[in-house]
């Protein structure tokens, strides 16, 4: 048989030591080593070549069995090289670090068997064979056949990781090792149960009627047992035997835990909207990019405790009070906190206004809201809520919240409250650290356990007084936010990495989005309420009263845009479509029936149509006066000037001058003209004084 040769590299692999270090001992120990030189394939210097008979026994066997894996993957012909490749042992896919983890001490027993494998194999292949019982009992306490068996996968195992060592450079000594562990039990296989079964009992648990009733695997082994029934008596005969009920338990945990389908059956048992709420995954925001006041983000909160509130007829109740209030995305600085029983876009504006114009606030660039019907009101966005694009609107049609001065506003989507992650996780803070010293805390509204409500009887402790008024609770909550909650450090400051941790130092301190604040005057006219209305010839009807006003007249039969205070219903005022202000209209007293009617009212009534009826004939006459009173040579309808006729008809006849007779009462000689000729006489003297008078002057300057 030939000689078969190896190179100073193969060589240092197979005996386990450094190339330099072979090189070394094959210089050395001349005579012990079989070598020869060839000729470089690349014309540089030539390659020392080592027979593989004067290795040791080791790395022969090594160079045996790294030799028999190439007979299997080398020089294969095509179409047979799937059937003769040598099957993957399982050690070659696994993740060393998990076997370590799970199989401590499997692998450190491998560890000593390996030791004993590898001074084993320094014997002779003759003395092997006649010391082998022998050492098998010292050193293993099993027969010769279990150490042969290590040694072969031991060998085995030096064969793959040199194949893939070359293949990639990275180190699988590690082969050595696992080759001699147990290899780790599959789970999952459940071979007692047929596929068939298997995806009926997916079908059952992950049923969206059974998950959603919290259906037990009593009732899925039930409902199993009753489908093998009906299989059979089909004639299916695979369905004769099914796992027993621990058998189903256990797959079921396998599929829950191993296969990860935890998450699929809370979606299917809770809904997609808990699904979100719960298990999807969220992303946190950067706000340290934001400037103060450059996005703040409004939400309404009901407190988790019971306040005494007096009712506009006077009866007292207790009532749950509601909170508006913005939060500066950056700072955590919470603004604009309103008190109400009932939130409504009233409120809202109140709580908008009391940011603006109130220490610390201003006029932010954007608002995040709710999507709630009070934040998304056409009054206030501009835009029916269905629309969510956020385009630019017309003046008249921008709502107030740009009528105020910020440029837009972002909607949350809706039943997403962690889109609005920071107002809510500050209303959990109020619930931790203001509303649990209440008395009247009966525990949070979204609490999912029973034990999370508190059982306290309101209805006798607001008989007894025991409970806070609206007003009393305000000022105790106030003095907690601006005390305690603006001057604490927040986490979410730490977690971001702010130079400043507390909200009021960060809303202080930090660079700012400022935009000046619209005159408060203004701020107080948008904050009525607005309508579009037509007039009519009697004027504006609203609540069954009219609402009238002489610049009125000129809208009647056309729609114009009202606003007015719900507290002062005695004037609207009134706007034309572009949003240019037409009057006040006041709200006058019904005409009753003649002759109930006051004088008063029927002459207020009677002034205000002869005063539209001048109006319109002084323009009527403005537009009917030609052109030719201003210039005599313009040809129109003008007769004298050869002019046209507007329209097709007989001339009209100049009508005789009309006779008419005095009267002869000595009321209407002596009065009324006896009157006018002492006005005259009066006028006469008055000028006549006033002459004197000039004169007086001019000889005064004159002398």
């Known amino acids: 048989m030939a000689e078969a040769y190896v190179t100073l590299g193969e060589a240092a692999e197979l005996e386990g ?38 290795l040791s026994k080791q790395a022969r066997n090594a160079w045996k069995e790294r030799e028999k894996l190439k007979s299997f993957t080398e020089g294969v012909p095509e179409g047979q090289e799937a059937e003769q490749k040598p099957e993957v042992p399982w050690y070659v896919n696994m993740d060393i670090d998990w076997y370590i983890e799970n199989y401590k001490e499997r692998y450190y027993k491998a560890v000593e068997l390996g030791n004993v494998v590898r001074k084993f194999l320094q014997y002779d292949e003759g003395d092997r064979t006649k010391y082998a019982e022998e050492f098998a009992q010292k050193h293993l306490g099993k027969g010769q056949r279990t150490l042969y068996r290590y040694t072969k996968a031991y060998l085995e195992a030096s064969a793959w990781a040199d194949k893939l060592q070359k293949e990639d450079g990275a180190g699988y000594e590690f082969f050595k ?88 059956y809370f979606l299917a048992s809770r809904g997609t909207r ?7 995954v969220k992303g946190s925001r950067d706000t340290k990019g934001l400037q103060v006041m450059q996005i703040v983000m409004g939400d309404e909160h009901t407190f988790d405790c019971w306040v005494s509130y007096k009712q506009p007829n006077g009866k007292v109740i207790a009532i749950k009070p509601h909170l508006a209030a913005w939060v500066d995305m950056r700072s955590r600085v919470i603004m604009g906190d309103v008190l109400c029983k009932d939130a409504n876009s009233d409120i809202l504006k109140q709580s908008l206004l009391k940011m603006i114009y109130s220490e610390p606030g201003g006029v932010p660039e954007y608002l995040y809201i709710d999507n709630g019907k009070d934040y998304t009101a056409k009054t206030m966005t501009g835009r029916d809520r269905n629309d969510r694009s956020g385009l630019n609107f017309d003046n008249e049609t921008q709502g107030f919240y740009k009528s105020i001065g910020i440029k837009d506003d972002h909607r949350a989507l809706p039943y997403e ?39 306290k009887d309101i209805k006798r402790m607001l008989e007894r007084g025991e409970l806070l008024t609206l007003e009393e609770f305000y000022e105790k909550w106030h003095e907690w936010l601006t005390t305690v909650y603006m001057h604490t450090e927040h986490s979410g400051l730490k977690k971001m990495g702010e130079t400043y941790k507390k909200p009021y130092d960060c809303f202080m301190n930090e660079d700012r989005y400022f935009k000046a604040a619209p005159p408060k005057s203004y701020a107080t006219m948008l904050m009525m309420k607005s309508e579009n209305v037509l007039v009519r010839n009697i004027g504006i009807t ?82 009917r006066r030609p052109f030719e009173e201003l210039n005599e040579q313009y040809v129109g309808f003008n007769e004298t000037t050869g002019g046209i006729d507007l329209m ?36 006469s003297e008055y000028m006549s004084r006033q002459a004197e008078n000039a004169l007086k002057k001019l000889r005064a300057i004159g002398g």
């Open 542 to 623: 609203k609540w069954g009263y009219e609402y009238r006003s002489d610049e009125l007249c000129d809208y009647i039969g056309r729609k114009v845009d009202i606003k007015y205070d719900p507290d002062d219903m005695a004037v609207l005022y009134v706007f034309d479509q572009k949003g240019k202000r037409i009057c006040e209209a006041y709200c006058q007293e019904l005409l009753q029936i003649a002759p109930k009617v006051t004088q008063k009212a029927l002459e207020e009534h009677l002034k205000m149509q002869k005063r539209q009826q001048k109006r319109d004939r002084e323009r009527l006459e403005e537009a």
């Open 177 to 264: 090792v696992l080759c001699l562990c147990r290899k780790p039990k599959e789970t999952g296989c459940f071979p007692s149960i047929k596929p068939e079964v298997k995806q009926v009992i997916k079908n059952i648990w992950f049923n969206e009627d059974f998950a959603r009733n919290q259906g037990t695997r009593e009732m899925l082994y039930e409902k199993l047992t009753a489908i093998a029934n009906i299989n059979l008596k089909a004639g299916m005969a695979e369905w004769e035997k099914i796992p027993s009920y621990q058998t189903v338990v256990r797959y079921i945990n396998y599929l829950m835990e191993d296969e990860n389908m935890k998450n699929a």
């Open 648 to 683: 097709i008809g007989g001339k009209k006849q100049e009508k005789a001058a009309k006779v008419i007779a005095l009267p002869k009462d000595r009321t209407y000689q002596q009065g009324f003209r006896a009157e006018s000729r002492e006005e005259a006489e009066g006028d």
């Open 417 to 455: 409250p962690w889109s609005k992650g920071q107002i809510e996780r500050f209303f959990r803070t109020v619930c931790n650290k203001f509303t649990r010293w209440m008395k009247s805390y009966t525990g949070t509204l979204t609490g999912s356990k029973t034990s999370d409500k508190v059982e």
């Open 274 to 280: 808990e699904y979100k709420n719960k298990v999807m």
């Open 17 to 54: 030591i450094q190339y330099s270090t072979m090189a070394r001992r094959t210089q050395r120990k001349k005579d012990a080593f079989v070598t020869k030189t060839e000729k470089s394939e690349t014309g540089g210097r030539d390659v020392v070549l080592v027979a593989v008979s004067s």
